[in-house]
């Protein structure tokens, strides 16, 4: 039989995130990421999305190894997920791993897990295939594309990767690397499609200091900065310029906190001394002299910054003359929860930059001319967009027909349909694996210390809650009593007692919020679905999936 090797998208190509590719030679398979995707407002009661693992299930037998490229949940965020299906030996670089460490934790799967922490330059042999890790610069940092040799030929997997010849921690791109397995002869090259509607360059990270420094420079009051967690250039110039400027800085909410510790103890992240002080002491500084640099800019409900918005978080509140600086790029599905968040900190005599009115925002994703010139490094036989919905999966392809590709070169797939490469060229096949979205309930409420891991799989099991709130969208009041509806969710003899004590949690829920978050329906949807979900699991140890309707008049 004459060698073969198919390339099969799991996740991440004709969506955004959960990006998850599998490489299969013969017997064998290669994963490469495995990636989550947040649920957007339509999800209500569900955490997290990952890739239907069906595929890797039939197959598990023949999963050599899972390559992590980077830290970004939309790549490492199934990873718990995965390994409980397949422990395989996993591979990144020192920080990717570090992150995807905690992750294990949290699931008590890191004893089990075998972890090779590898670095650019390195070589990884598995099965028929040889792995290259090279290089790349991205937002987050430690990054690598991927060479990877079959027996069919040369595949050059560039993920979230451009062309910033000087990121703020780290190298840049290997364009040299690049060129000589450009030389040597590519098959086919992997590139993300998320900028390629974007012409020019996209720019360095070092890109939004002087934009950051004008803010420092003029703001009236409080600095207040969201980021995403992994964004560990854009921290450590917040922390840089916070140190110019003689400010303190507070690291607000959890997942902001453990990033930072990580990136520090793994020697990426270089505190400048005495600049860091606790979330509570804030207060006690001089308001030009203190910034905060709080998680969700995504406009996430229960993330420090809604909450701060709306409300408190530990103590800590948007006061009048603040100045919230979103240095983040909106993720599609997150409009709405990030307009809502902004008219809330606006309402609290604040201000809000963003990347519409500063620079405070650059894309980690390659642009046109990032693309171009990867294609002109390593010249590949065939391309194959990937990251993208499928608007610009073909926009891609439009794109790089236009810079000299023939259309029979570039191939438009999506998750689960098999291209197959071998001697005579590449084309789909027109098999398909089974593909799809899992939704899971993880822990959700930050402060909540025990994890409840359900797999929503098991709803026909533990059936689902629904309260029903009628709220006054001005004055916050309740217009009606609240009920709530179930079906499939038989707690015991005692359920009619158990719903009229859930139905005073929601009344205590509703009472103990805030006028600002009782007004703001998918904050009280998610306070109710977090404290719901937290009661019954410990009232009766199951796991319904509760999903708050609150109608707003
Ligand atoms: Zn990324």
Redesign the pocket.
């Known amino acids: 039989m004459s060698a073969k090797l198919e390339i099969i998208p799991l996740g991440g190509l004709g969506e955004f995130g959960m990006n998850m590719l599998a490489l299969r030679a013969g017997e064998d398979i290669l994963l490469i990421d495995a990636g989550l995707m947040f649920p957007d407002e339509s999800l209500h009661g569900v955490d997290v999305v990952i890739p239907d693992f069906r595929f890797i299930e039939a197959n598990a037998a023949r999963v050599r190894a899972l390559i992590l ?2 830290a ?1 949940e ?2 490492i965020g199934a990873l718990p997920y995965l390994l409980k299906i397949v422990n395989v030996p996993v591979y990144g670089t020192r920080f990717t791993l570090a992150v995807a460490q905690h992750k294990l934790i949290e699931h008590g799967l890191l004893s089990e897990a075998e972890l090779h922490v590898v670095e650019p330059g390195d070589f990884v042999e598995t099965g028929p295939f040889e792995i290259e890790f090279i290089g790349a610069a ?3 940092i430690d ?1 690598v594309a991927l060479a990877i040799r079959t027996p069919v030929g040369i595949i050059v997997h560039l ?2 990767v451009k062309l910033d010849e000087e990121p703020i921690i780290g190298e840049p791109t290997d364009l040299t690397r690049l060129r000589q397995y450009g030389d040597r002869g590519v098959l086919a090259l992997l590139a993300d499609s998320t900028n390629v509607e974007r012409s020019g360059r996209t720019p360095s990270e070092r890109a939004v200091i002087p934009a950051l420094e004008e803010i420092f420079e003029q703001a009236p009051g409080r600095l207040i900065f969201s980021c995403f967690a ?1 964004s560990i250039h854009r921290i450590q110039i917040i922390m840089d310029l916070a140190y110019e400027y003689d400010c303190r800085l507070a690291i607000v909410g959890s997942t902001m906190v453990r990033m930072v510790e990580t990136a520090v103890a793994e020697r990426y992240l270089d505190v400048p001394p005495g600049l860091l002080i606790p979330p509570h002491d804030v207060p006690r500084w001089p308001r030009e002299r203190v910034a905060m640099l709080v998680t969700g800019c995504q406009g996430e409900p229960m993330a420090a910054l809604a909450r701060m918005a709306t409300g408190s978080y530990k103590q800590l509140r948007i006061e009048p003359e603040d100045t919230v600086v979103l240095s983040a790029r909106i993720i599609p599905g997150n409009e709405r929860a990030i307009s809502r968040l902004m008219d809330h900190i606006y309402r609290r005599g604040a201000r809000v930059v963003d990347e519409t009115t500063k620079r405070v925002h650059v894309s ?2 390659p642009s046109q001319d990032d693309l171009r010139e990867f294609y002109r490094a390593l010249r590949p036989k065939y391309l194959i967009p990937i990251h993208g919905d499928y608007r610009r999966l073909c926009r891609h392809k439009e794109f790089a027909c236009a810079v000299g590709f023939h259309p029979d070169r570039v191939l438009v797939v999506e998750n689960g349909q098999i291209v197959e490469l071998d001697r005579e060229g590449a084309r789909l096949s027109g098999a398909t694996v089974p593909v799809g979205r899992t939704f899971i309930d993880e822990a959700g409420f930050e402060e909540i210390e025990e994890f409840i891991i359900h797999d929503r799989r098991h709803l026909a099991e533990d059936g689902f809650v629904l309260p029903i709130v009628v709220i006054n969208k001005t004055t916050g009041e309740l217009e009606a009593e609240p009920e709530i509806v179930t079906r499939g969710f038989v707690a015991s003899e005692n359920g009619e007692e158990l719903l009229d004590r859930a139905r005073e949690r929601v009344l205590e829920t509703i009472a103990a919020a805030d006028l600002d978050e009782r007004t703001d329906g998918a904050v009280m949807k998610e306070k109710l679905r977090v404290e719901l979900k937290r009661w019954i699991a410990k009232q009766t140890d199951r796991h319904p999936m509760i999903i708050p309707v609150v109608i707003e008049i």
């Open positions: 490229t980077h970004h939309d790549h991205h937002s987050t990054g993920t979230d992994s980690g994703h």
